[in-house]
């Protein structure tokens, strides 16, 4: 299996925080529910940033940040 890329839109976002721990406070600081819920293993990040009017490319920003990418 090949190690998914953390600007792969079609990453799951469960996967996503399994990978990269450190994106949690990410989600957590925008007070996102996605830490656990029952969705993310079907949402990707284009569907979070929808969901909480975010820019994609502004939180995929954050998100690399956050664990030095």
Known sequence: MRHPKLDDLDLPLADLMTHWPGTIPVFLSHKMLCVGCLISPFHTIVDAC????????????????????
């Open 50 to 69: 929808a969901e909480y009017s975010l820019d994609e490319k502004d939180f995929l920003a954050e998100l690399q940040a956050a664990v030095g990418v």
